[in-house]
């Protein structure tokens, strides 16, 4: 059996997670791509928060706003939004679990998940834009899509079910280690916190730090009332959670612009 590529897991989170090409080769498998999907927020994050502020610099802090998430959209091929409306129509409506799971893997978009959609998008704009109309408000443009990686990348962590029928959940399943995203915790952390300290002071600090908690803790609830729902995780359930942190963090650090 050949060993793997020294930088197979980077790639091979980049491969799912993006629409960057990577060798095959490096990128046969799904073992790296939840660990390492907080390194890919790093890079999506600072892509993001740089079209916003161009936006917001050229146009409006609004058209900043539009811009970073359809780069988000165009960078990650919409597959975290598709999870968001594909969970929505699982979840919403009052039906079994396996009827719930048949609607998620169909491939069109039900009304329980074109609402929330548009919904959270709305969300996201409008807290994005306030943000990106004050010195410093694109850290947390950055910060939300870091902390939604790490709220999928907890997914991988051992113990958490994974719905039946889902070949992405079961192939991720146990890949992340609790030491291992505790380390990413902490690091996320400490470069939010210390950057915008640097930029806007320590209340800004504290906000985008709270933020980022309470955007897990909403990721969370999520995950449970799936595994309630459904039996456990899937593939679009991790998608709507980062979304669904995404959204939480850019709405808390929003309320402290005055």
Same mark, same amino acid.
């Given at each position: 059996?050949?060993?793997?590529?020294?930088?197979?897991?980077?790639?091979? &989170?980049?491969?799912?997670?993006?629409?960057?090409?990577?060798?095959?080769?490096?990128?046969?498998?799904?073992?790296?791509?939840?660990?390492?999907?907080?390194?890919?927020g790093?890079?999506?994050?600072a892509?993001?928060?740089?079209?916003?502020?161009?936006g917001?610099?050229?146009?409006?802090?609004?058209?900043?706003?539009?811009?970073?998430?359809?780069?988000?959209?165009?960078?990650?091929?919409?597959?975290?939004?598709?999870?968001?409306?594909?969970?929505?129509?699982?979840?919403?409506?009052?039906r079994?679990?396996?009827?719930?799971?048949?609607?998620?893997?169909?491939?069109?978009?039900?009304?329980?998940?074109?609402?929330?959609?548009?919904?959270?998008?709305?969300?996201?704009?409008?807290a994005?834009?306030?943000?990106?109309?004050?010195?410093?408000?694109?850290?947390?443009?950055?910060?939300?899509?870091?902390?939604?990686?790490?709220a999928?990348?907890?997914?991988?962590?051992?113990?958490?079910?994974?719905?039946?029928?889902?070949?992405?959940?079961?192939?991720?399943?146990?890949?992340?280690?609790?030491?291992?995203?505790?380390?990413?915790?902490?690091?996320t952390?400490?470069?939010?916190?210390?950057?915008?300290?640097?930029?806007?002071?320590?209340a800004?600090?504290?906000?985008?730090?709270?933020?980022?908690?309470?955007?897990?803790?909403?990721?969370?609830?999520?995950?449970?009332?799936?595994?309630?729902?459904l039996?456990?995780?899937t593939?679009?359930?991790?998608?709507?959670?980062?979304?669904?942190?995404?959204?939480?963090?850019?709405?808390?650090?929003?309320? &402290?612009?005055?």
């Amino acid at each position: 059996m050949s060993a793997r590529p020294r930088w197979a897991g980077p790639l091979e &989170s980049v491969a799912l997670l993006t629409v960057v090409r990577v060798p095959a080769a490096a990128a046969a498998s799904t073992r790296g791509v939840l660990p390492w999907a907080p390194l890919v927020g790093l890079g999506l994050g600072a892509v993001a928060a740089g079209a916003g502020v161009l936006g917001a610099r050229l146009v409006s802090p609004l058209t900043g706003a539009v811009a970073a998430l359809a780069v988000l959209a165009v960078l990650t091929r919409g597959l975290h939004l598709d999870g968001l409306a594909d969970t929505a129509d699982g979840l919403g409506p009052l039906r079994g679990r396996e009827r719930a799971l048949q609607v998620m893997h169909r491939g069109d978009v039900g009304p329980f998940g074109v609402v929330t959609l548009v919904l959270v998008l709305l969300l996201q704009a409008a807290a994005a834009a306030a943000l990106l109309g004050r010195d410093g408000g694109w850290l947390a443009l950055w910060a939300a899509v870091v902390v939604a990686r790490l709220a999928m990348a907890r997914t991988g962590l051992p113990g958490v079910r994974t719905a039946e029928g889902s070949s992405l959940g079961q192939a991720v399943a146990g890949t992340v280690s609790r030491p291992w995203l505790g380390g990413w915790l902490v690091v996320t952390a400490a470069l939010a916190g210390t950057a915008a300290w640097s930029v806007a002071g320590p209340a800004a600090a504290a906000v985008l730090v709270a933020g980022g908690v309470v955007g897990l803790l909403a990721a969370e609830w999520l995950r449970a009332r799936a595994t309630t729902r459904l039996g456990g995780v899937t593939g679009d359930v991790m998608g709507a959670m980062g979304e669904v942190a995404a959204t939480v963090v850019l709405l808390v650090a929003a309320t &402290s612009v005055t």
